[in-house]
């Protein structure tokens, strides 16, 4: 009887089931105990976010935009947590807010709010009350991009670096 064999991921090798193991969640990849350990996993860097005010009665105010941005950076091994992060951090619980690959810019999620003049989401009161009139809104774009990332560490003797240094005995 023949024994059932799996391919390494790494160094496309083969071994017997079970000497493999696998090191991240969603892509199924396997590595045998040879291959250094990789870890895929999904990023943003930074965003950017467009702000303009909209009046209910008279759309969006071009002349009173302003953009603003900054370097935080989030990091997920599954897609779904990630944009949940970016949701959180935006303000909003609603996926009705998130765009996807927007502007057709491939990895670009826009999540788009209504913010107070303090800055803070507007809740449905705020909501009802801008439509009246009664307060101003700032409709916002949060603009991210989200990077597919391969970790993993260098066989250094298999760089030129090894013509200059020792290899550690
Ligand atoms: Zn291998």
Known sequence: MKAKKERCDGCKKTFDKGTLRRDDKDA?????????????????????????????????????????????????????????MLMAFVGTTDDAHVLLDSCDDVGRVDI???????????????????????????????IFHIEHVTREPVRLLNTTLALTYKERG
């Open 112 to 142: 788009q709010v209504y913010e107070t003049i303090t800055g803070v989401t507007a809740c449905e009161d705020e909501m009802r009350m801008w439509r009246r009139g009664q307060i101003r809104l700032w409709l916002c774009t949060y």
């Open 28 to 84: 199924a990849l396997l590595y045998c105990p040879d291959c250094p350990k990789v870890v895929e996993q999904y990023e943003v860097r930074g965003w950017h976010k467009d702000t303009e005010e909209d009046v209910f009665s008279d759309g969006c105010q071009i002349d009173l935009g302003n953009s603003s941005g900054g370097d935080e950076r989030w990091e997920h091994e599954r897609l779904y947590d990630l944009i949940t």
